[in-house]
């Protein structure tokens, strides 16, 4: 199997990243950032290019977990990053994602999942009102071209450090910026229901994503030929692309 030219410089990344921030920032005249924290690596990563943007006194952390929590975890991290301790706060949505389930009928774990993903943005821009704050999203170029969000939940944001980058080049840069190695362990979750993960979702690997997607995409190598260099899930790493296309266009407007 072939490898693609995924490699990033992170320094160099990091520091592009820090100047859009400090930018848009600057542009929209706020001081302060909203973040939900959820033990992964991508929001672990934007975490800590915001500190290294605006400073910590300046950003309000929230860790939302509806089953698996990683409070102490998220008290040492926010702790070590110098967040005051008044801007770094857990909020347990189950109740909340269970009153609304409960009451829309809502029993399938893709719905439920929405909810999840749904109230956890509720809480963030409120929050965000509150402080006079931007949202600061999580989500990486991986799963945004396999469509792997809810609209109007996890992506919905203010501004994206990292979603041009790929998952794999995420964990470049987490390296580089010397994220804690549990959490560069830790299996991509969502934290959708009990056992979820994004790979077992999928039916195959980020690192075998990317590679396609990168091929596919950004270079307009045939499936054909992709599946010949050995990545066996290439049909359906981009006929997942394409199914889920929608919702990058959505929503759909007469002009």
Known sequence: MKTSNLIIDPKQETKK???????????TGKKNAV????????????????????GPQNICVYHLPYTKS????????TKTLQIPKPK???????????????????????RLGNIMARVRMI?????????NALVCGTENRTEHLLGYFTRYGDVASDFEPI??????????????LQI????????????????????GEFGFT??????VLYRHIDNLVEIKQIEKEGFIHAKNIIERYKQNKFKQEAPYVLY
Do not use: C
């Open 17 to 27: 990243i820090i100047e859009f921030l400090q930018e848009t920032f600057k542009k």
């Open 35 to 54: 973040i939900g924290w959820s033990g992964g690596i991508d929001s672990t990563v934007s975490l800590q290019l915001l500190t290294k943007s605006i």
């Open 70 to 77: 990683y409070w102490e975890e998220f008290s040492e991290l």
């Open 88 to 110: 770094r706060r857990k909020v347990t949505i189950k109740s909340l994602v269970d009153e609304i389930a409960n009451s829309t009928g809502a029993t399938e774990k893709n």
């Open 123 to 131: 809480i963030l821009f409120d929050q965000a009102k509150k402080e």
């Open 163 to 176: 979603s041009h980058l790929f998952k794999t080049q995420v964990y470049q840069l987490a390296n580089y």
């Open 180 to 199: 804690d190695k549990n959490i560069m362990k830790r299996t991509p979750s969502a934290d959708l229901w009990e056992g979820q993960t994004d790979e």
């Open 206 to 211: 980020y690192q075998e994503a990317d590679e």
